[in-house]
């Protein structure tokens, strides 16, 4: 094993690690959409590219159905982390009720 960090494997290579691409993709789409919704010809280029891009992903992955809403929705690195604080403090608060009603029952 080399001692070459991930980062310096993906720079290397050109990966654009997930994370990154799920961000900027929608930005990327959302951006040639509204800048070329008015103009006839740049839609027609841009619908077409659109398709070719379906047809490769389709090839390599099953069909994409468009219909579907993603009714989940990731959540963050900051949203996880106060998840786990409230969860702790949760636990942190029901212990102490617990060593409270037994400290209470043994007076």
Not at 5 to 19: G, I, P
Not at 25 to 34: A, D, E, G, S
Not at 69 to 95: L, M
């Amino acid at each position: 094993m080399s001692s070459q960090s991930v980062e310096e494997l993906c720079d290397k290579s050109k990966v654009v690690q997930s994370s990154v691409w799920r961000a900027q993709t929608p930005r990327f789409l959302t951006h040639f959409v509204t800048a070329y919704q008015d103009i006839g010809v740049r839609r027609d280029e841009y619908e077409h590219g659109l398709k070719l891009l379906k047809d490769k992903v389709e090839s390599i992955r099953d069909l994409i159905d468009f219909s579907k809403e993603r009714k989940i929705r990731p959540k963050g690195a900051i949203e996880k982390a106060c998840n786990k604080a409230k969860a702790w403090r949760k636990k942190v608060d029901i212990y102490f009720e617990k060593l409270k009603a037994r400290a209470q029952s043994s007076v």
